[in-house]
């Protein structure tokens, strides 16, 4: 005979590390159109490309509200404000949609503008 299996309310609870809540907001950002990843450089040395670049704060509660700071790079010529808002909503979307958080607090900083005509490539490091 079988026994009746718990609500799923009452199996356990799901946390997700804060790194992975990050790549959700990384990602989220990267896919909205504008926004660029550019280029990392050390020392003089092309070392592959880097997109937005976030920080987090998960606070305490269900669902866990989550605060952002994002460093962007946009496409000129581009209106930053809708950029963003794109942005800001794209995060929203994905952190409820993939895990069950709720953005409270998102604050952007543009690090850079470039045009939208590609470098030529270069040769690079790996």
């Known amino acids: ?10 199996r356990g609870r799901l946390d997700i590390h804060p ?5 959700i907001v990384e990602h989220a950002a990267d896919s909205v159109p504008g926004t660029l990843r550019h280029e990392r450089r050390l020392a003089g040395i092309d070392v592959g ?17 989550v605060d952002v700071r994002l460093e962007l790079t946009l496409r000129y010529p581009a209106t930053v404000r809708s950029v963003v808002d794109a942005v800001r909503t794209a995060v929203a979307e994905d952190l ?14 543009v690090t850079g503008l470039h045009g939208a005509a590609a470098a030529p490539d270069r040769a690079r490091v790996l």
């Open 1 to 10: 005979m079988r026994t009746p299996q718990a609500e799923p309310a009452e």
């Open 19 to 23: 790194t992975v809540l990050r790549k």
């Open 49 to 65: 490309e880097s997109g937005a670049s976030a920080r987090l704060t998960v606070g305490p509660g269900d669902p866990a509200p």
């Open 96 to 109: 409820s949609r993939l895990a069950g958080h709720r953005m409270r607090a998102l604050a952007v900083t």
